[in-house]
């Protein structure tokens, strides 16, 4: 592993979120909606209505707002939400440890799943139990979130009580909702992993390791699936960072208050400094994922690192 | 294989830290009452908001001077009596009851009214519904920082003070019953700023807040030491379900006992094993369709009368809202004073307005756009049959839709050109909802842009009036120029609420869409 | 005369492959005798068969194929019918294989040292520790540096050379009594090639394994082969010494395929090519399948299929053309050129 390739890849990743923080902080001033005079109501007069925006700081130029933003950002401090006139920061907080636990648990659903479904797949390629797992990943992939969340909703909260139909706090209620999401996740990766497996398992190192009399399971889980794994890994991580910026649908569907349902809602109240917080939120999750990824693909595959070419003679 | 152990070591200790569960919420104790809302995003505080979910929490800890009965008449609740007012209209006395206390024990007194208008009137952050009371004197300098008090407001003593206000304002009572007059303790308020409204709220109400979740929702519990005897249910919770379909879902599932009914689900309920725990609640409120009279052709008075002709209203109440609103031509709801009962709207007839628009100079036809909100389902298929009706009748409309944000913007700068909105009083004066619509101050935020000075007049004039026959002969002569004369709404239904309710909840009660469920009470088996 | 040590058989095996297109009758009716010390040659183009009788040997058929009849024999030990538990008893320990591609044999994440010593583990049961140490045991006596760096180093490193060297020191790790080599130099160049035939011949040398050596290559296998059988179409058309195959080669196939040996072709003529390709084994017509590519075809070659002829106790061959009854034939006059060149050239130089 090399320093020069971490630091590259850091330093990167910094200016990844820079230009994506930037970009948005200019193009949310271009969104038509005055957040005051949705705070406000429709009776206030003009009059207030400006003094707000003066004291909220609304009219200084651009620039200066920008250049206050990451000022402020860099202190650490997001400001206060437009609506609830509390810190922007503990709202994200309390979305991101619901939407944590829920990307967590699906993700707990999608990796199980998807790996033990696509490995057996391709093992008993053509059989039976191949074309019935992949027929389940099909159905995964093609149905509608929502419809499925309120399937699961029916059969197990309503008639068979078994989860709660809503809500995050009671035990259990994160089982329905990370089957929904996970549900996706879990189907596409079940084919990724088929495809990767068959690949390998057609692989001349894998019948020599064979021929050298290697178990099944050594042969299966260290040699087969330890070669198909980078594409899956890479999968993965993208999963995860999708759900990690939350899932707007399941979130609304079943009452979780994560970051999906918070981005969403101070769109529409255009609560810019909520807004521009989670999308500072989101950014440096997700970049942080791939970089995460990128160094495991480095630690997993020998020949990604610097120096990875022929040198012994 | 080392690899192996640690990646499942930390996966093992990644799900055991996070599935820690969340606060097992601990049983509530008595009876209980469960109601699902929607969830407002904000904060128990009526100084911000003007939600009435809010209000809906907000009425049962928080009280006012005075209140409304269900036939919607004034009586007093913290005040004594109802005020003494000077013959001029401009100066009114009022007494509170002695020996009431906050939930927290401290009295109440004349020093927490004027609290009230300090705060609402503050220079640091004014209250959004300040417009309905600024007409006490002395509030807009204050407001400006131009004087330290409100010179409109006098204590008396503990317990009486006097309010002067600038111009006669026949509903300034009725504003005094609303919940963003309700009466908080000065000194707990301001010992507890930053928590106000969530994780304290204290007030004289027969509640008090128990827990405040911004996402999970609100708890309340019975105040034992109300001074008229307690409410009957021991604990209320309000659950913040966004989701209509999950709500009723949960209702089926035993875990709610009050819902909201959307009313396209309606037929299906009034189907089935919950038929009986339908109920509904008229709100004092209209439906109606607005043309702006800024679009060069809807300033035709011709191009407007068409119109009427252009939409069958009929039709749409029956297919569109299920028949199960009322078909009205007045803007104003049944029972307001000053609803003038002769109102009457053509009906649908194309040709008719073909031939008027020929007369207007558009024998063409016009084009014209409706926008409305995206969420709003039931306006798009309001629209969509609309949209058909009016190219009939020579009316070629666009229908777009709009997130919230941006579609308030358009409305409140008078832009939208064709738009529908149902809109409801608060109470039983008709001031408010005509000086909203149609005086030429305010009438852009509706995107109506009516300006008539005999309108005008006659609203200013109402304001100030005393409650008389007079005053509703004003009032319906304004109704008569509005709606038939001028064609400046087209009102098409009353508007209604509907739940389903467990039947095992005695007596709820719902006043023009706010939960008051202090009379109710819940029949153990 | 010595009583030959015979460590495996292979009696009229029969190999099915049951594709989508149909099932393809692989091997029909192979016989092989494989003796300690001794190099058997198994010579053959793409699609012959010959790969499938390596992997059968191992119990390593593809899926969908199987063995319809004939008999694998193990130390006397019949194995054709054994299960994947029982053939991992002999995968490794007392059968190994050697793959074509060394450029794709081996792992690409794990070590070559972690490779070489999981090889040992499973053959010898011994710890990974003392693994290791054998493992750099084995790397010194295939002729690569025995150091932490090169146990630590990964396959990509490599060139095909040392990689096909580090291939065979993962077959040799178990001492294997019958060591099979599936055309291990066709992916090399022709220096490595010559390297690693010297390797393997000094490791039978040392070790004294049967060796099966898989080529299209007649004159590399000749380097090391002691016999030679031809394949086509799933069966032995010749088999003898490797002398006897290049000085009197009896079957019209062998005679093609040694016209096509480059070097034996005079210079600034065009190549000589064996006309039409191998046929596809799925539901093969009767008799001798070469008749329909060969000029020297009887009546009878598309009728039956010609048994063997012994033509000495060590030469065997299935054509037609030996029976008594037969026209006589002779090879091509630039074969036999050839033949007389080489019979001068290198008389006592074939592998003894």
Redesign the interface.
């Known amino acids: 592993m090399n320093v020069h390739n971490i630091v590259a890849r850091l330093l990167w990743s910094l200016g990844v979120i820079f230009i994506v923080v930037s970009t948005t902080f200019f193009l949310l001033q271009i969104l038509p909606g005055d957040p005051v005079k949705l705070m406000m109501g429709d009776r206030v007069d003009p009059v207030t209505v400006e003094q707000v925006r003066e004291k909220m700081g609304l009219n200084k130029p651009i620039i200066q707002q920008y250049i206050d933003f990451w000022l402020k950002l860099l202190r650490m401090d997001f400001g206060d939400s437009y609506q609830l006139k509390l810190p922007v920061i503990d709202q994200i907080q309390s979305a991101s440890v619901v939407t944590l636990r829920l990307a967590f648990y699906s993700s707990l659903i999608a990796v199980i799943g998807g790996l033990l479904f696509g490995v057996t797949a391709a093992i008993f390629r053509g059989r039976w139990i191949d074309n019935l797992l992949m027929s389940i990943a099909v159905f995964g992939i093609s149905t509608p979130s929502f419809w499925f969340a309120l399937v699961l909703q029916l059969i197990f909260g309503l008639w068979l009580q078994w989860f709660p139909i809503s809500g995050y706090q009671a035990p259990g209620a994160f089982v329905l909702p990370a089957f929904t999401l996970g549900l996706r996740y879990m189907s596409s990766l079940a084919r990724l992993t088929r495809t990767s497996m068959l690949e390998v398992l057609s692989s001349e190192y894998l019948l020599a390791a064979k021929a050298k009399g290697v178990g099944s399971f050594r042969l299966i889980w260290l040699h087969a699936f330890g070669n198909a794994l980078l594409p899956i890994m890479t999968f993965i991580g993208s999963s995860l960072a999708d759900m990690m910026a939350g899932a707007i649908l399941i979130e609304h569907v079943f009452s979780l208050p994560g970051i999906g349902r918070l981005t969403f809602d101070s769109l529409m109240s255009r609560d810019l400094p909520l807004l521009q917080a989670t999308v500072v939120y989101l950014t440096v999750i997700s970049v942080g994922i791939y970089l995460i990824v990128d160094f495991l693909a480095l630690f997993i595959d020998p020949r990604l690192r610097i120096g990875g070419k022929r040198n012994v003679e | 294989?080392k690899k192996t152990i640690t990646i499942l070591a930390l996966l093992l200790t990644?799900?055991v830290t996070?599935?820690c569960?969340?606060?097992?919420?601990s049983t509530l104790q008595g009876k209980t009452l469960t109601v699902a809302l929607q969830n407002p995003?904000?904060?128990l505080d009526m100084h911000?908001t003007?939600f009435f979910i809010v209000m809906s929490m907000f009425d049962h800890v928080v009280q006012t001077l005075y209140e409304f009965d269900e036939d919607f008449n004034v009586i007093p609740l913290l005040a004594e009596d109802m005020p003494t007012i000077s013959s001029d209209g401009l100066l009114y006395t009022f007494k509170l009851k002695p020996g009431i206390t906050f939930h927290d024990g401290s009295p109440l007194t004349t020093e927490d009214v004027q609290f009230l208008f300090e705060r609402m009137f503050s220079p640091d952050?004014?209250g959004?519904?300040?417009?309905?009371y600024d007409m006490i004197l002395g509030a807009k300098e204050f407001?400006a920082g131009k004087s330290t008090e409100i010179t409109g407001f006098h204590a008396i003593d503990d317990y009486v003070f006097e309010i002067q206000l600038e111009y006669p304002f026949t509903p300034f009572v009725h504003n005094l019953a609303m919940s963003y007059a309700g009466i908080i303790p000065k000194q707990t308020f301001l010992a507890n700023q930053k928590d106000w409204g969530?994780k304290v709220l204290v007030g004289t109400g027969y509640y008090k807040l128990k827990s405040y979740h911004?996402?999970?929702g609100v708890i309340l519990e019975v105040d034992e030491n109300y001074r008229d005897g307690r409410a009957p249910i021991d604990n209320i919770q309000f659950?913040?379900?966004?989701?209509e379909?999950?709500?009723l879902?949960?209702y089926?599932?035993g875990?709610l006992d009050i819902v909201d009914l959307p009313f396209e689900q309606y037929q299906d309920y009034a189907n089935g094993k919950f038929a009986n725990d339908i109920h509904h609640w008229s709100r004092l409120g209209t439906n109606m369709i607005i043309a702006n009279f800024d679009d060069p052709a809807f300033s035709h008075p011709l191009v407007r009368q068409a119109f009427a002709y252009a939409i069958d209203r009929d039709a749409i109440v029956a297919q569109v809202y299920k028949g199960l609103l009322d078909r009205v031509d007045n803007f104003l709801p049944a029972g307001m004073p000053g609803r003038n009962p002769t109102i009457k709207l053509p009906s649908y007839d194309p040709a008719k307005s073909r031939e008027l628009l020929t007369q207007a100079g558009f024998p063409d036809g016009v084009k014209v756009e409706a926008i409305y909100r995206s969420t709003n389902h039931s306006d798009g298929q309001f629209w969509t049959m609309a949209q058909a009706q009016a190219k009939e009748a020579g009316f070629d409309i666009t229908v777009t839709a709009m997130?919230?944000?941006?579609q308030?913007?358009l409305m409140?700068s008078g832009k939208i050109p064709l738009m529908i909105t149902g809109w409801s009083a608060s109470y039983l004066d008709p001031d408010d909802l005509f000086y909203?619509f149609f005086h030429s101050n305010?009438s852009h935020?509706k995107s109506s842009n009516f300006r008539d000075a005999e309108v005008d007049a006659l609203l200013d004039a109402g304001q100030r009036a005393p409650i008389s026959r007079e005053r509703d002969a004003m009032y319906e002569r304004v109704e008569k120029i509005v709606v038939e004369r001028d064609l400046a709404v087209y009102p098409y239904s009353n508007t209604k609420e509907f739940n389903l309710i467990k039947p095992r909840v005695i007596n709820p009660f719902r006043l023009n869409g706010i939960y008051h469920l202090w009379t109710t009470d819940i029949q153990e088996n | 005369m010595d009583k030959k040590d015979i460590i495996a058989k292979i009696d009229n095996l029969h190999i099915d492959i049951k594709t989508q297109a149909g099932i393809i009758q692989a091997v029909r009716g192979v016989s092989l005798d494989f003796e300690a010390h001794k190099t058997i040659g198994l010579i053959g183009e793409s699609g012959s068969g010959k790969s499938m009788m390596a992997r059968t040997l191992l119990g390593l058929l593809p899926a969908g194929g199987a063995i319809t009849s004939g008999h694998i024999y193990y130390n006397n030990t019949p194995i054709e019918t054994y299960t994947q538990r029982q053939w991992r008893n002999l995968r490794g320990k007392e059968i190994a294989m050697i793959f074509q591609d060394p450029m794709h044999a081996l792992n690409p994440l794990m070590t070559i040292g972690k490779q070489l010593s999981e090889a040992i583990v499973i053959s010898q049961k011994v710890s990974w520790k003392l693994a290791k140490i054998q493992a750099l045991d084995l790397l010194k006596k295939v002729g690569l540096e025995a150091t932490p760096e090169r146990y630590h180093s990964y396959p990509h490193q490599y060139s095909g050379g040392m990689r096909q060297r580090i291939a065979i020191a993962m077959a040799l790790s178990c001492k294997p009594k019958l060591l099979i080599c599936d055309e291990p130099t066709t992916a090399l160049d022709v220096s490595t090639q010559a390297q690693i035939i010297e390797l393997i011949i000094k490791l039978q040398k040392e070790y004294g394994m049967a060796i099966l050596f898989i080529s299209h290559d007649l004159s590399l296998v000749s380097q090391m082969a002691d016999e030679i059988a031809i394949v086509y179409a799933g069966r032995i058309v010749e088999h003898a010494t490797t002398k006897e195959i290049f000085l009197q080669p009896k079957h019209p196939y062998t005679w093609a395929l040694l016209s096509a040996i480059v070097h034996f072709q005079p210079k600034n003529e065009v190549l000589y090519t064996i006309e039409g390709s191998p046929p596809l084994l799925i539901n093969p017509p009767k008799g001798d399948l070469f008749s329909y590519r060969s000029e020297y075809a009887l009546d009878i070659d598309f009728q039956e299929n010609p048994p063997f002829f012994e033509v000495s106790p060590t030469h065997r061959v299935a054509s037609w053309l030996q029976d008594p009854r037969a026209p006589s034939v002779t090879m091509p006059k630039l074969l036999q050129k050839q033949i007389q060149i080489l019979r001068s050239q290198q008389e006592g130089n074939f592998h003894e």
């Open positions: 294989m990644m799900m996070i599935s569960p969340g606060n097992n919420k995003k904000t904060v911000n003007q952050g004014i959004i519904s300040a417009a309905s407001t969530s911004p996402t999970a659950k913040f379900i966004d989701d379909s999950t709500a879902l949960e089926a599932a875990n997130d919230r944000a941006m308030v913007e409140n909203t305010w935020l």
